[in-house]
Each structure stands twice: as C-alpha cells, then as structure tokens.
C-alpha cells in the first residue's frame, strides 16, 4: 500500500487542510474529510487528516525529503493496521 508524495502534498497544501488519507478496499486515498460519512466511503478508516499532518512538520514549506519522510510513516502506519 505506497502512499505517495503526491498524496502527502495533497494532505499538506493550503487546500488540502480539510483533506483526508483513507484505506478504501485495499487501496489508499485521499479525500475530503467532510465527505468520509457519505455513502461512498463507507467503511473507510481515516489514516490521518491534512491539518493532523501539517502539526508534525517544522515551520516552514515541506521540503521534498520531508514529504517522502511522511509518506513512509504513513506507510508503516498502515502496514500496522494490519493492511
């Protein structure tokens, strides 16, 4: 289950604070968190939020070595749900 740089950007851009990280089916997502109790991502498990993300990182823009550092963290984090 890779988590990609781009879907950590996506969790840390501006837009992206009302973002969610999602485990859907075997398959790893990113979608808005307003939308995690509709119909569609009906049981999908919440890995972490785009603003929970952002409060790990120092002050300042994200570098590249940063966003692939998150996004083996999240990675593990999942493969310790037992996904």
């Known amino acids: ?5 781009a879907q950590v950007r996506a969790l840390l ?3 992206g604070e009302n973002n969610s990280l999602v485990l859907l089916e075997g398959r790893v997502e990113v979608v808005p ?4 109790a509709s119909e569609p991502y009906d049981g999908a498990v919440e ?3 785009g603003r929970d993300l952002a ?5 300042g ?3 590249e070595q ?3 550092a998150l996004a083996l963290r999240l990675e ?3 493969t310790h749900l037992g996904a």
């Open 55 to 59: 409060t790990t990182l120092p002050p």
């Open 61 to 63: 823009p994200p570098t």
């Open 13 to 15: 851009d501006r837009s």
């Open 33 to 36: 968190s307003d939308r995690l």
């Open 76 to 78: 593990t984090a999942i």
């Open 1 to 5: 289950m890779a988590v990609t740089r």
């Open 66 to 68: 940063d966003m692939d």
């Open 47 to 49: 890995i972490v939020s």
